[in-house]
């Protein structure tokens, strides 16, 4: 059985929630998030609690059962208080700005990079720090992968754009006689 899928999730006072023909609709006071849930599973909504049961034992089903709870819980997370996602950036010269919902990224190459942030996520940078927020993990993880995609991190000096908790393994340059 799963373990993740068999816990409850705990829902605060502000979040409203419509469950109807396997379509999950999370409203809070930071925004609306929609997602049709796969129709091996059955959630049961009742007071304050939401728990994801599965039709049957079989495997792929209590798979999907974890994988559903899973994100059902970032749904209600991130309507209720947001996820945030920061970037580093190393490098002389490289730094970025945001204009609109557009990222402008200096990072050593010849022109400077338009990054489209999507709708649905905000940009603020601060000094040599991109931080991303948005009410869906989802997107914001697939954005924040684009954005380091552009300029990952190179093991000599660490240049480039890398996840603020990310540790990069440094390389020993040639060695000189």
Known sequence: MSRVGKKP???????KITYE???LK??????????????SVV???????????????KKKTIA???????LVANMVHGTHNGFERVLEINGIGYRAEVK???????IGYSKPITFVLPKAVTATVEKNL?????????????TSASIRYLRPPEPYKGKGIKFIEEVIQRKAGKSAK
């Open 9 to 15: 999730i705990k829902l605060p006072d502000s979040i």
């Open 21 to 23: 023909h396997n379509n």
């Open 26 to 39: 999370v409203e809070g006071k930071k925004g609306v998030l929609e997602r049709s849930i796969h129709s």
């Open 43 to 57: 959630l049961h909504i009742n007071d304050g609690l939401l728990t994801v049961q599965p039709n049957d034992d």
């Open 64 to 70: 999907i059962q974890g994988l559903t709870r899973a």
């Open 100 to 106: 609109d919902n557009q990222l402008i990224l200096n």
């Open 130 to 142: 991109i931080k991303l927020y948005s009410i869906d993990k989802e997107l914001l993880g697939v």
